[in-house]
């Protein structure tokens, strides 16, 4: 389906994915992690690297594959409909991997990101904290440079693979300054497992069980200098460039709900009450077209910002945030309605529609709230705008009004046309 929007390659992968997902992940293993039996999954990610999909976009030489954007999309998708804990498993060396590959060393790379992108090292990022993950920048967590190495204090909350990793990517305040910019303020440092590093809680999760969420906690945590991702206080750059894949992967996984609508579907299409088939009914019926509908347009939006990332294109960030917003808040809709379709069996583990929804409805808060996207694109969008040169051709000027009074915003700009005017 939708193949014209993927290259012959790109289209080989979605579909070795989707092989791999049919093939490799059996249902037992997915109810396992979803009864907390499995804290991580590492079996799965050790069977990610065999098949060579942990570096989908990054450089062959680091393990990776140096396919574009859209071809990553196209594989979240179909991984997506696994879950999002093992969504999440996939997703995550886009995003760390990103850092690593955008802003580190040589070295780094050799010896983080190689590893990591073959199997052999699982990592985790670490942005959030007790104290709030809307507001990153006012990040706690402190890294005090003491001649070749930090000193690294604080605390990080909601953490996938705080169990399972063996390195983090970790936000951290290092500029003290009081009145620094909130931009120069915070720096990247890569941080092994290690003495002082600990996770301290695992939380009970509504959904996306089995990923390992936990609080890490650093206690004079040793990190040597060169363990510092890009510039020192120049976290503000490597964050932004992160939150590219972060967001883009989780409209990407979200579409993998597709999953649970195709099942409502053919549900429907067996299933009879007053003596027709429940799809017959237009209040069913109508439910599906309104699920296809919102799933193809979240579709088109997220190819498209992903087309958006690999052009390079100036407004890359906006169309990746509204991706993020539409096709997490469209697949919550799309499984709710999935489930309405099948009644209450719908609701029981029968199926595993209930398992979607509660995994799902985390899509809306992580990676940034559907309010903080909000935030970026209405920011981005009026910067465009405003930075522009307004084109009047662009709003046929005479149509609104011939009064050229009646197009003024404050009674000022009334009063200075209507002098304007008696002076002539
Ligand atoms: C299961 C799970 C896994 C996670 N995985 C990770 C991970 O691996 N790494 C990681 O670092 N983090 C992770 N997170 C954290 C997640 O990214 C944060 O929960 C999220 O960014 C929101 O932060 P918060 O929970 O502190 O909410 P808060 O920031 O306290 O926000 C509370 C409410 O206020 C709203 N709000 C806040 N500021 C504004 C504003 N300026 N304008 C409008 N509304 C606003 C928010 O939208 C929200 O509705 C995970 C969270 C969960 C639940």
């Given amino acids: 389906m939708y193949d014209f929007l993927l290259t012959p390659e790109e289209r080989t992968l979605r579909d070795d994915v989707r092989r791999f997902v049919r093939e490799e992940v059996s249902s037992e293993f997915l109810r396992k992690m979803d009864r907390d039996e499995i804290i991580y999954p590492r079996e799965f ?3 990610l690297a065999e098949y060579n999909l942990r570096g989908i976009r990054f450089p062959r030489k680091y393990g990776g594959r140096e396919m574009s954007w859209v071809a990553e999309v196209a594989a979240t998708q179909e991984i997506g409909c696994l879950g999002m804990a093992l969504g999440c498993a996939f997703v995550m060396p886009s995003i760390v991997g990103e850092a690593l590959n955008t802003f580190g060393t040589d070295q780094q790379k050799e010896r983080y990101l190689k590893p990591y992108l073959e199997g052999r090292l699982v990592a985790a990022e670490a942005l959030t904290e007790p104290r709030g993950g ?3 920048f006012g990040a706690t967590t402190r890294a005090v440079l003491d001649g070749d190495h930090f000193v690294l204090n604080g605390q990080k909350r909601f953490v996938v693979g705080a169990d399972g990793a063996d390195f983090f ?12 910019h909130k931009y120069e303020r915070i720096s990247l ?8 590093v600990e996770t301290e809680y695992h939380y009970g999760l509504l959904g996306c069980r089995g990923g390992g969420t936990g609080r890490l906690v650093f206690r004079d945590v040793k990190v040597p200098r060169e363990n510092l991702i890009g510039e020192l206080h120049g976290g503000a750059l490597c964050f932004h460039q992160m939150m590219i894949p972060e967001r883009l992967t989780s409209a990407a996984g979200c579409l993998g709900v597709w999953g649970a609508l195709d099942l409502a579907v053919r549900y429907s299409n067996r299933r009879s009450a007053f003596g027709r088939l429940v799809r017959k009914f237009q209040a069913v019926n109508f439910l599906v077209a309104d699920s296809i509908t919102q799933l193809d347009a979240a579709r088109g939006l997220t190819y498209m910002a992903a087309r958006a990332v ?26 709710n309605n999935a489930m309405q379709v099948m009644g209450g069996i719908g609701y029981t583990e029968v199926y595993p529609v209930e398992r979607a929804l509660r995994d799902v409805r985390l899509a809306l808060i992580w990676t940034g709230t559907s309010q903080i996207m909000n935030l970026m694109i209405q920011h981005e969008y009026y910067d465009e705008i405003l930075n522009q040169p307004y084109d009047r051709r662009h709003m046929e000027k005479d149509a609104m009004s011939p009064d050229e009074s009646e197009r003024c915003f404050t009674d000022e700009d009334m009063w200075k046309v209507h002098e304007s005017k008696a002076g002539q």
């Fill in 310 to 335: 690999d052009e390079g294109y100036p407004n890359m960030r906006r169309i990746v945030s509204e991706a993020k917003r539409f096709a997490t808040e469209g697949a919550w809709n799309v499984v």
């Fill in 134 to 136: 809307s507001d990153f």
């Fill in 189 to 196: 440092l890569l941080v092994e497992k290690g003495p002082g």
């Fill in 169 to 180: 990517l970790v936000y951290c305040r290092t500029n003290f300054e009081p009145d620094a």
């Fill in 45 to 47: 990610v050790e069977r």
